[in-house]
């Protein structure tokens, strides 16, 4: 049952006890009387379920967890979540994300002025570190931020070619054009992108162009080894399952090459081959002049008979060199 003015701020978790207080923190600081919070915990391995149980007793609006065992299925997640939501109005963010507080009570507002609005986004990007602490990490600037009054059909044509128009994060939803849209796709691995492109694709349909870009950030990003995103051959799954679905007629842009370049590069000769293979369009660019130069290098540095006949350690001024996988010559270096 939607309520009419209320914000839900729909969180997932895994493993993000020591984020959590951040998170929560900030979202009871929002400027907002009538909001709630439904937070998804699936299946932690760390306190995560202790923590947040502890601090949802101190605050003094509706809370809503659910405590699950762990599915891995982050789209299932989020539309649980929401399915749990009564909000009019919908902020999608992980538990160790951080909302921008000062930000959020303009853009409802605006929302409640004019009904015809899908949904207000954030053109910026702000990272944070494990410290909450601005990170020394350097966020590319989004392309939307460049365009000039975009279209739905701009819109769509970012999801394409540079996988993502913004952050779903940075991004104040109406619930039904979420609904309408039908959600995230739960048989596939991409969340974000496929949900974008699905309210774009449903907000064309309608001839609704009345989406509000703003510079003001709505949520802070926090980067940490642990990001889905830093999972270089899963992004590489996610777009190509995503091109399949949403984008069959098309070639594949430039980007994903890039990334599938990239992603072999951080993996094994083994897993780039499983993750190339584990799509249909993945199997198609093993034809790739560019993808097949670096499967053969990543191949030959890995299976070189050299490297098993002569190995060379270093270790302050000690180096070491072993031949043969047996003999040992270790000499010191000034």
Request: net charge neutral.
């Amino acid at each position: 049952m939607q309520e009419k003015g209320l914000l839900s701020f729909c969180v997932v978790g895994y493993n993000h006890s020591e984020y959590a207080k951040s998170c929560i923190d900030a979202i009871s600081s929002v400027q907002y009387p009538h909001k709630e919070i439904v937070i998804l915990d699936d299946g932690s391995k760390d306190d995560s379920v202790v923590v947040i149980n502890d601090l949802v007793k101190k605050l003094d609006f509706p809370v809503k967890t659910i405590f699950q065992e762990n599915t891995g299925n982050v789209p299932a997640n989020f539309n649980k979540v929401i399915d749990h939501a009564s909000g009019e109005f919908i902020i999608m963010m992980s538990l160790d994300d951080v909302v921008c507080s000062e930000n959020i009570s303009s853009c409802i507002e605006l929302l409640q002025s004019n009904s015809s609005i899908p949904f207000i986004a954030s053109t910026s990007v702000v990272t944070i570190n494990c410290n909450n602490k601005g990170t020394d990490e350097i966020v590319a600037p989004l392309k939307l931020d460049s365009i000039v009054n975009p279209s739905v059909d701009e819109l769509l044509e970012l999801e394409y070619s540079e996988f993502g128009a913004f952050y779903i994060q940075g991004a104040i939803w109406r619930r039904s054009v979420i609904e309408c849209s039908g959600k995230f796709d739960e048989d596939i691995l991409g969340d974000d992108i496929v949900l974008r492109t699905k309210v774009f694709r449903y907000l064309k349909s309608i001839n609704n162009e009345g989406f509000v870009l703003q510079k003001n950030p709505i949520i802070k990003y926090r980067r940490h080894d642990n990001n889905l995103s830093k999972n270089y051959g899963r992004q590489v799954k996610i777009v190509c399952e995503y091109l399949d679905r949403y984008w069959p007629e098309r070639e594949s842009p430039k980007l994903l090459i890039d990334w599938i370049i990239c992603a072999i590069g951080k993996n094994s000769f083994k897993d780039s081959l499983k993750f190339l293979a584990s799509t249909p369009r993945g199997l198609n660019l093993l034809d790739n002049k560019l993808i097949i130069k670096k499967i053969k290098n990543k191949f030959k540095k890995e299976n070189s008979c050299f490297r098993y006949l002569f190995k060379k350690i270093k270790q302050g001024n000690e180096r070491e060199i072993i031949l043969f996988s047996c003999i040992s010559i270790r000499y010191h270096v000034s």
